[in-house]
C-alpha cells in the first residue's frame, strides 16, 4: 500500500511556518477588565511528514511571560475543513478541534467552547506578515474582539 501524500490544503498551512515576532493588543474583557499591549513569538513547523503544521506560542507583557500555548494545524479530507487543536498554560481543554476553512488569504477558524463561542483568525499579508484575531460571544451571533496582533518573520 502506498503511503498518503499531503495534498494541497496542507501545503497551504506552510505559509504560517517559521519564527514570527508579534505586537499584540488585548481588548478589555472578563479575563482582562484593563486590557493592554503585550509582544509574542511563534515557532511553527510542519511536521508527520508534512500532514501538519506545529507551532509554540508565547506572549509577554511588561518584560514577563503570561501566557504559552501549543497548537496543532491539520485538514481533514472527509470534513473539508481545517482542523486546530490547541493547548495553552491556562490548563483549558476542549472535547473537539476548532473547524476552518481558507477563503482568500484568511483561514479561519470557529469553536464553541465551555465558556462559549472563539473566532480565530489568520490574515497572510505581503512580506512575511500575518495578522491574528480572537473574537469571543456568548451566542455565537454578537461578537467581540478578544486581542489581535500583527506578526512578522524573524
Known amino acids: 500500500m502506498e503511503m498518503p ?8 498551512l506552510k505559509a504560517l511556518a517559521g519564527s514570527f515576532t508579534g505586537e499584540e493588543t488585548m481588548h ?5 477588565p484593563q486590557g493592554g499591549t503585550a509582544t509574542a ?10 500532514f501538519y503544521l506545529v507551532t509554540n506560542y508565547v506572549q509577554s507583557r511588561g518584560g514577563q511571560v503570561t501566557y504559552r500555548g501549543h497548537g496543532v494545524f491539520g485538514y481533514d479530507a472527509r470534513e473539508k475543513c481545517y482542523l486546530m487543536w490547541w493547548f495553552d498554560s ?20 470557529e469553536h464553541k467552547t465551555p465558556m462559549g463561542h472563539a473566532r480565530y483568525t489568520y490574515t497572510l ?3 512575511g506578515t500575518y495578522t491574528f484575531g480572537i473574537a469571543n460571544s456568548q451566542d455565537g451571533k454578537q461578537w467581540a474582539n478578544f486581542m489581535d496582533g500583527t506578526y512578522k518573520r524573524k
Do not use: C, N, V, Y
Not at 501524500?5 to 497551504?12: F, I, L
Not at 513569538?41 to 508534512?50: L, Q, W, Y
Not at 473537539?96 to 476553512?101: E, R
Open 28 to 32: 478589555p474583557s472578563p479575563w482582562d
Open 5 to 12: 501524500r499531503p495534498q494541497a490544503e496542507h501545503e497551504k
Open 125 to 127: 499579508k505581503s512580506g
Open 41 to 50: 513569538t511563534t515557532e511553527s513547523r510542519m511536521d508527520m511528514d508534512g
Open 90 to 109: 491556562m490548563g483549558i481543554t476542549s472535547a473537539s478541534p476548532a473547524k476552518g476553512k481558507w477563503e482568500g488569504d484568511t483561514l479561519m477558524f
